[in-house]
Each structure stands twice: as C-alpha cells, then as structure tokens.
C-alpha cells in the first residue's frame, strides 16, 4: 500500500452545507459533529458564526447524509452567559459521542470565556433539550471528546490543554463527567519542521476497532502565509488509551479543494465528526473548510488501520 495512497475521497457535491442554506442570517457554518440517529438519518451539529463574529450550534438532519438537508429554524444550542458565564464569547467545534450506559449523547464543546477557550459538556437524547455540566477542563483548553464506555470504571476525555509543555494532545479520567484527574499526555506535537509541529488536536472522536482506538488528529504548521491544517493518524490500545501503538509521520489529507484554501480562514480541513455505514467499515468525515463551509469526504477503516499498520510507528516522543 503506497505511503502516499488517497485514503479519503471528497464528495464531488461539497461542500455540503454553506451558509446560504441556512434558514435565518448567518456568516458561516463549519466544524460539525456528526451522528447517525436510531432512524438512519445523519445529524450534524453545526457551528454557526454570525455577523457578531460569536458562535452557537444548529442541527441539520439529511436521510442520505449528503443533501436534503433538514435545517432547524433557529439555534438549537446557544451561548447561555448569564448561567455559564464560560460562554461569553459564544460555544465552538462540538464533538458528538453516543454512550449506551446513559442511553444519552455526550457533546464535547469549546466555551470561549473571558479567559480563553475552555472545554464544556452537556448530554442530550433528542438534540432538543439539553443537560450542561458547565466547563469541566479551564482554559486554555479545547478539542475534546469523549470515549463511549468507561476505562477501568472511570469516563475517558481526551482533550488539548496549552501548558508550558506546549500544545500536546492528554487524556483525563473521571467517576462523574464532572471532577476530572489522572492526566496524561498522549500524544505530542512534534519540533522543528514537520507538520504536526507545536501544536496538534483531537479531529473527530477517536474510532474503537479490534486493533484498539483509531484517531485522527490535526497538525498545525506555521508558514510565511499563515497557519496550515492537515489530518494525520494514530492508533492507541483499547484498555490503556493513553498508550499509543502507532503514529504516521506523513498526513494523510489536507487543504487542496478551492474551498478547503479560500475562506474566511484559508488552507483548514478540521473534521469534527463521522459517521459509519451499516457495513462498519465505510467511514463519512465531516469536515470544517476554510472556516466557511461543511464538506464531506470518504474512507475506509479497514483501508486506514492497513496504512498506518504498515506505514506507522510507536511515537518515540512518549515513554
């Protein structure tokens, strides 16, 4: 298998959901999680950004996953700072995880308080009525899921704080969903000048296969033109997460479309969610581009897990 085989293929019709679709005024739509319902109709749960530059989350629903949306007519969660008083520069990159002990889904959010971004949670069944726990991991924090079952009885978030260690990628556990400790690095950005150097992030919520938790990560890397955003791989053992097995050196997708390089941030691909066919196998990545769009693009698990089997490595920047 070629080191630098297509592993995702853009839907022909992206972006899939633009600003222009949506049924009241807004600047752009990005960064979605995503979910596939009981009744096999894909969910996103959008970041909306409006003229004021803050963002909320609205849902779109589409029996295909690809068009037909159905779009709520107005905000399905919106900043509440008067309550979360983290939220007073709006909620951003929701994660969607569905957790069978609790029959519920677990979003996983940025609240942008006075003093940075911090990491939120609140649980929902229907995407209509929702339970906030407020900001669990204080700023500056950020792109966070959770795992679907308990690790040795605790909960499991993965999350990227900002330390003097630099902006490397932890996991934290928890009895509650609410206090939060053991916490590790998982994985750490790089130096120098690879891609992924100084600073990484959790794409969208990490995969449980046979072979142990199948992630996509985002790199960062600086250039004279701003900031480039490309996806890379890592695989971590199924009852210690905080191990990881496998890392790629070389990312696997990046900005190449028009609307992955133009926009109100140019040269971004952050997924945030997928969803799996009845197959288990056939992968859908929602992607945020250029901060201005909703794009879609598809894989394989089994085409990933071969890759990164014969093109990965242990990460020698752990213990």
Known sequence: MDLHETLFHRHP????????NWPYPVNSVFNAGAIRLADGK??????????????????????????????????????????????LWGIEDPRITYVPELDS??????SYSRSGPGVSLAQTKDFHS????GMVM?????????????????????HRPMSPLGAHMWISYSPDLRHWGSH??????????????????????????PRGWLMLY???????????????????DLEKPETCLLRSDTWIFGPEAPYEREGDVGNVVFPCG???????????????????????????????????EKHGKPDPNLP
Do not use: M, Q
């Open 105 to 110: 889904y677990i979003i996983a959010f940025t």
């Open 130 to 133: 929702f339970e906030r726990y």
């Open 218 to 236: 985002h790199g960062v890397r600086h250039t004279p033109a701003g900031c480039l955003y490309r996806l890379g791989l890592a695989l971590f």
């Open 138 to 158: 204080p700023p500056e924090d950020k792109d966070a899921a959770l795992l679907p079952h308990r690790i040795g009885g605790n909960w499991a978030l993965i």
């Open 42 to 87: 894909t969910l996103l749960l959008c970041r909306v950004e409006d003229r004021s530059g803050l963002s909320h989350f609205c849902t779109a629903r589409s029996k295909n996953g690809v068009d037909g949306w159905e779009i709520d007519g107005k905000p399905t969660l919106v900043p509440d700072p008067n309550h979360f008083p983290e939220d």
């Open 13 to 20: 019709g992206n972006p899939v959901l633009t600003a222009s």
């Open 274 to 308: 997928h969803t799996t066919d009845d197959d288990g196998d056939s992968l859908n990545l929602y992607y945020g581009a250029a901060d201005t769009s909703i794009a879609l693009a598809r894989g394989k698990i089994s085409h990933l897990l071969s890759w990164l």
């Open 184 to 209: 590790r690095v998982i994985l750490r950005a790089r130096r120098g000048g690879w891609w992924d150097a100084n600073k990484i992030g959790l794409a969208p919520p990490p995969i449980e296969t």
